[in-house]
């Protein structure tokens, strides 16, 4: 399973965009990546997914350069409700176990 | 649908009890699994279920039981509750796969003494 290194925590103001970045330097060609976030007292819930180049839905953006080393997530235009935290995960579409770093902690304020 | 429903919301138990935390989903997911979350910490995968009557062992097992006896449920068992069990435990679900979307229930907050 490729490691996954991500910031402990993050600061923002609201109205404000983040970006968190994931390094995944082991990753290999079948696996792809995915973040989830949880919110206190709450399980995880997911956020996004992708495999290379950008990918984009209601709620963020991920994007993965050419290499796949990194990624990062994109939360434009941060509420006081984005306040959680952000796990990303490398996944290999055959595995039977998700693996669960310490995740960033995302705080926002006004 | 409900999702994934988890029982009980709250539990405190004293060391060298037992009892069973209960996880229900009504999305014919066939991959359930268990984690358990500490103050502060990630998840840690306890036991996970790739279809009725197959179980596995994650990275934290021992102390928990799981059997699945149907797809819809996945319940976990503490034999002899210890201290180090304290923790926040959430069952998840999805459609066949770990790498699937996975959905997590509310979690049960455990407290052994």
């Known amino acids: 399973l490729a490691k996954t290194t991500q910031p402990i925590s993050m600061d923002s103001y609201e109205g404000q965009e983040v970006n968190i970045t994931c390094s995944h330097n082991n990753i290999a060609t079948n696996d792809y990546i995915t973040w989830y976030q949880q919110f206190p007292s709450q399980g995880p819930r997911f956020i996004i997914q992708g495999y290379k180049t950008k990918v984009t839905n209601e709620v963020a953006s991920l994007f993965i350069p050419a290499d796949r080393k990194s990624s990062t997530l994109s939360l434009p235009r941060v509420s006081l409700s984005d306040t959680a935290v952000y796990y990303c995960?490398?996944?290999?579409?055959?595995?039977?176990?998700?693996?669960f770093g310490t995740g960033t902690r995302l705080q926002v304020t006004l | 649908n409900a999702g994934v429903t988890q029982t009980p919301k709250f539990q405190v138990l004293k060391t060298g009890q037992s009892m069973t935390l209960q996880c229900a989903q009504d999305?014919?997911?066939?991959?359930m699994s268990w984690y358990r979350q500490d103050p502060g910490m990630g998840l840690r995968l306890i036991h996970y279920s790739v279809g009725a009557g197959i179980t596995d062992q994650g990275e934290v097992p021992n102390g928990y039981n799981v059997s699945r006896s149907t797809t819809e449920d996945f319940p976990l068992r503490l034999l002899s509750a210890a201290p180090s069990q304290t923790s926040v435990y959430f069952c998840?679900?999805?459609?066949?796969?770990?790498?699937?979307?996975?959905?997590f229930g509310p979690g049960t907050r455990l407290l052994v003494l």
């Open positions: 999305m014919n997911h066939e991959y």
């Open positions: 998840a679900s999805s459609y066949r796969l770990a790498g699937e979307t996975q959905y």
């Open positions: 995960l490398v996944v290999t579409g055959t595995a039977s176990k998700l693996t």
